[in-house]
């Protein structure tokens, strides 16, 4: 028993701080998980949200800004921004002013929303692998 304690704590303190693990993957989707060494893993997850997020932003979605007189579009601003760096570089590109008369702008929203609720998850489950505390 003995054996185990020592090699479980060796093991988490070969890990990366949990902190940048997380912020890392707040900024880049997957990128928490590569600097953990789960390439594959990593690779998947940046792959899918970021396909969300073009997905969204194709189907004419808008990216909400923060207004706090209207609670609906500040909570989708709040989870838009989950994903810092795609976010950031869609705004400065132009994209996401919405196109309200396509048929597909509800289904744009959604992707985006969605994805950015997705990569909070993502982001949580790199700061728990970084903290030992989940494993495989």
């Known amino acids: 028993m003995a ?3 020592s090699t479980v704590s060796t093991s988490v303190r070969d ?4 902190w940048l693990v997380a912020g890392l993957a707040w ?7 590569l600097l953990l060494g789960m390439t594959r893993k990593a690779g998947i ?19 909400f800004p923060f207004q ?6 500040f909570l989708a601003a709040i989870a838009e921004w989950a994903q810092l760096g795609p976010r950031l570089v869609a705004e400065m ?3 996401g002013r919405g196109q309200v008369v396509a048929v597909t702008y ?19 489950d790199a700061f728990d692998r970084a903290r030992g505390r989940r494993q495989a």
């Not at 969605?114 to 982001?123: E, S």
Request: hydrophobic letters at 55%; one cysteine or more; glycine letters at 14%.
């Open 106 to 124: 509800e289904y744009g929203n959604t992707f985006l929303i969605v994805a950015g609720l997705l990569n909070v998850l993502v982001a949580l």
């Open 68 to 73: 706090m007189s209207e609670p609906l579009v």
């Open 15 to 18: 890990l990366p701080n949990a």
């Open 3 to 5: 054996e185990t304690s």
């Open 93 to 95: 590109a132009g994209w």
């Open 45 to 63: 997850l940046c792959g899918v949200l970021l396909l969300m997020m073009i997905i969204g932003l194709a189907f004419g979605g808008r990216l």
């Open 27 to 33: 900024l880049v989707p997957g990128s928490g998980h």
